[in-house]
Structure formats: structure tokens, C-alpha cells
């Protein structure tokens, strides 16, 4: 299967390499992302782990359904996402947006990988500034300056065709559900729960990250019980793309600490 019904949306999702015996890693996506950001680390992982991949609510083929988009709410459909898979807990590793929807819902979660994450993004000034650039403008106005924070410069220069479809993925993702997850991020905090992790975790960062700081997310992880942190050389923000070799052997060599 590769659509389900949660709630009031259907969402896309599939599940990569699954065997009762390998352990569950759901990826979560970034605002203005689908499933496929994944595909180079997946194709690394895939004996190693069952993997579920899914279009977040508003995003990609996934529909947005009514009313609000929250954190929560984004966490809700996860939750819900690993019943319809009959899986109770993963590891659960996010980018950006996707690290504060992992560790929502902390009954299903087996272990943390949080990838360019912090607790609270950027101002609320910031995202409804935001959400009206793109109201007025469309995501496309957006697009150039996403992609000098998503991918370093070298990264840019010698591949500029995977930085225009990366281009194209974000300019093509719903506007609707673009603006609702702005305003789910301006509205999502989650200060107050780092404190509170109680499984193993792992913090990320590209050293060139355009979108957070890598001493924030530092700081994040000195504030999780714990929690380990890597910083990965000539990576900005888009991990999975710019450093899937990397990105695959940290995440396997947590995991097998994390078992
Ligand atoms: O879009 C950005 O500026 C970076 C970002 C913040 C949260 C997220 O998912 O992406």
C-alpha cells in the first residue's frame, strides 16, 4: 500500500525492506519537503533497517486536510502512521521541521535522530512574514534563498541539476500546506520537552547549515538527557542529500549503540 487515511487526509507513505527482524526507522520530512530527500540514505540502510517513508499532512502527495496544522497535530498523523504499519515504536529520525515532530509523542519512540534541529524556529515575526511573502508571492519567491540554506556552495556548483529539482520540489509542494506547517513551526515550541527525552538521541548538523546555527543545535543536544552530537563537515542543510554516505554510517553506528 502506499496511501492511507488518517483522520481527515490521506497520506503517502511506504515502507522500505520491512522483516520482523530489523528495527523500524521512520524518517520525518522538513517543511517544504516529500519523502524523497530520503532516498539516497534509504538505499544505504535499506537491509539494515525496516524503513517507513511518508509525505508529512500538506506536503508532497499527502493531503492537508481541515483546520490547523500543528506540531502536534503533525505528530498525531506519525503516531498514527506506525499503527496503520503495525509498528508501536521506531527510531525516528527528522530533518528540521521532522526533529520536532519525532519527539512529540515520546510512547513512540525507540531511539532519536534529530537533524538540523532545534527546540523553537526562528521568530514568530519571522514565520508570519513568512506566510505572507508566500501568500502574496507563492513559494517560488523563496526558492533561490532555500536552496543557499539547504546545499553549500560547492555542493551548488557541481551539482546544479540535483539543486534544480530539489528547486522544483519545493516550489510545487502545495502552497496551502506550505503556509500551514509555517505557521505550525511558528507556533511549536518544545523547550519545555527536551529536558524530558528518555531514550537515546543523537543530534546532527552540517557545518555550513544556512538555516540553523551549529552551536544551536549543540546546545540542544547538551539539553537532552545524554544526548550525542556530530557535526558533519561541508554539509549545510539538506543532510540527506548533500551527505548521505555520512549521514547512513552515523545513523547505523547510533543505532547499533542505541540497541
Ligand atoms: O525553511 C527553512 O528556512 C528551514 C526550516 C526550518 C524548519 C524546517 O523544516 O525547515
Sequence with gaps: MQFTRIDDAVFHYQVIGAAPDRPVLAFVNALGTDFRIWRDVVVRLVGRFSILLYDARGHGLSGSGEGAVTIERHADDLAQLLDVIGKGSAIICGLSMGSLVAH?????????????????????????????????????????TLMEHWFTEGFRVDNPADVAGYRNMVIRQPGAGYIASCAALRDGDLTALSGEVAVPTLCIVGDKDGAVSPSAVANLARAIPGARFELIKNAAHMLPVESPDTMSDIITAFADLAE
Design 104 to 144: 512529540t509523542h515520546p510512547e513512540k519512540v525507540k531511539a532519536l535522530i534529530l537533524c538540523g534541529a532545534l527546540a523553537r524556529f526562528g521568530e514568530p515575526e519571522d514565520w508570519d512574514a513568512r506566510i505572507a511573502s508566500v501568500e502574496a508571492n507563492g513559494i517560488e519567491a523563496l526558492a533561490d
